[in-house]
């Protein structure tokens, strides 16, 4: 139980940061550059805090394509993966409502930010390609803060180098449809997230492994 705690909690805070910076920095700002500064600020400072807090705990994945990376694995058993999976989603869920309400909002909402093309697909599949491929790369070669700064530093890169921003995780995803906020994603565009959010991690899995073989030849 303590594991699906900290999956869940960790989720909410890095979901709740998302989206109560994006309301904060519109409420600030209407320059779209400072705004995606906030939140990207926002966003990796709460995911390095939570892996940091959690890791010794969940391994602090709070993210469904990371836990199914990990039962591919075989570093999670499928049915853990799929109590993880649950954790992070109602993570997310509450994030959401978390951030309505601390700016008071209704606490929640279905967005209609649309974001399509395969220029978003590609985007969400490279940014899930990275954050796995450092997810496996430095798993047991580096120490917790280290590993948690290379994922951060990923998350920040890509926020400016994709144009999704980088969701790069189904749960934040979908608690992402739940805010009428800029950070917020219409349902029809999660169908095009999820898929791509997916494959990225699949083929940083296969990269990954290549690799590895590569290394023992």
Do not use: C
């Not at 940061?17 to 500064?37: H, P, Q, R």
């Not at 954050?131 to 070669?141: P, T």
């Amino acid at each position: 139980m303590r594991k699906l705690v900290a999956e869940f909690t960790g989720t909410a805070f890095i979901t709740a940061a998302v989206i109560g910076s994006a309301i904060m920095a519109t409420n600030w700002t209407k320059d779209g550059a400072v705004w995606l500064l906030v939140n990207m600020v926002s966003t990796v400072s709460a995911l390095y805090l939570s892996i940091v807090l959690f890791a010794s705990i969940s391994g602090a994945h709070f993210n469904p394509v990371v836990t199914l990376v990990k039962a591919i694995q075989r570093e999670i058993e499928w049915r853990g993966a799929s109590e993880y999976v649950l954790a992070q989603i109602l993570g997310a869920t509450f994030g959401a409502g978390l951030a309505h309400f601390l700016f008071d909002y209704s606490i929640l909402s279905i967005s209609e930010i649309d974001r399509f093309g395969a220029n978003i697909f590609l985007s969400e599949l490279v940014a899930s390609f990275g954050l796995v491929l450092i997810v496996i790369a430095s798993w047991r070669k580096f120490k917790l803060r280290t590993r948690a700064s290379l994922i951060s530093l990923w998350i920040a890169s890509a926020y400016f180098f994709t144009s999704s921003t980088s969701f790069a995780n189904p749960a934040i995803s979908l608690g992402r449809m739940l805010t009428h906020s800029l950070a917020g994603l219409s349902p029809s565009s999660f169908g095009l997230f999820l898929p791509a959010q997916i494959l990225g991690g699949l083929l940083a899995l296969g990269f990954a492994n290549y690799l590895a073989r590569s290394k023992s030849e």
